[in-house]
């Protein structure tokens, strides 16, 4: 599996400011993907990154509030953008491996805390 | 709206013990299940997967897949305290890329 590494792994931001997360795989990945994890509930996905496009949003979630960029096949940044206490939550980066690229695997995840 | 359902837990089983953990889901055409460990305040670890019916074993886990029951399990035997962590269960939708539902996770613990 790739070793993804996520940054910062957590923070304590104030209302109305910005964050910006950044994922790095140690190997090229076509796709990487964004998720969050919201306190007591499981994983929902935010958006696909694929390199040199835009990225693909999910129902619920646009541009906007979390832009998101993808420079090379290695890198991606997230941004949570004018942060509210509800945006509070772990932001998961993620990529597939595997044979078949069926398999999904983690970074080790931001925990981000709005006040 | 595709779901996964778990038993939020906590499942409680003593030490050397067989833990049962069940999934069911919603697509009828979904093709590959997954089954994620998640310690408290760390990301997912992948640690089975399944793609066709009947078990899958490896080493203390055995993946189970009823396709026909929409139903999916994870055992783990001889149980031990360092598995004492929330089990997601995910469902990767058939026909569409990389995209896992994910269920709400069950929480096992293990006891002495």
């Known amino acids: 599996s790739a070793v993804i590494s996520q940054k910062p792994s957590r923070d304590i931001c104030q209302r109305g400011t910005s964050l910006t997360i950044q994922c790095q795989v140690d190997?090229?990945?076509?796709?990487m993907f964004w998720y969050r994890q919201q306190p007591g509930q499981s994983l929902t996905l935010i958006a696909t990154?694929?390199?040199?496009?835009?990225?693909?949003?999910e129902s619920g979630f646009v541009i906007d509030k979390f832009p998101i960029s993808r420079p090379n096949l290695t890198f991606s940044t997230l941004t949570v953008s004018n942060m509210s206490p509800e945006d509070s939550s772990i932001y998961l980066c993620?990529?597939?491996?595997?044979?078949?690229?069926?398999?999904?695997?983690f970074g080790s995840g931001t925990q981000l805390s709005v006040l | 709206q595709k779901e996964v359902e778990q038993n939020s837990g906590p499942l409680s089983v003593p030490e050397g013990a067989i833990a049962s953990l069940n999934c069911t889901y919603s697509?009828?055409?979904?093709?590959?299940f997954f089954w994620y460990r998640q310690y408290s305040g760390k990301s997912p670890e992948l640690i089975m997967f399944?793609?066709?019916?009947g078990d899958k074993e490896d080493g203390r886990f055995t993946a189970q897949l009823n396709k026909a029951s929409q139903y999916v399990s994870l055992l783990i035997r001889d149980s031990q305290p360092s598995d004492s962590a929330t089990y997601l269960c995910?469902?990767?939708?058939?026909?569409?890329?990389?995209?896992?539902?994910f269920g709400t996770g069950t929480r096992l613990q293990v006891t002495l």
């Open positions: 190997s090229q990945v076509t796709m």
């Open positions: 993620s990529v597939e491996s595997g044979r078949e690229g069926e398999k999904l695997f």
């Open positions: 995910a469902v990767k939708e058939a026909g569409t890329a990389s995209k896992l539902t």
């Open positions: 990154a694929n390199q040199g496009s835009e990225a693909t949003y």
């Open positions: 697509d009828r055409g979904s093709q590959s």
């Open positions: 399944i793609y066709s019916n």
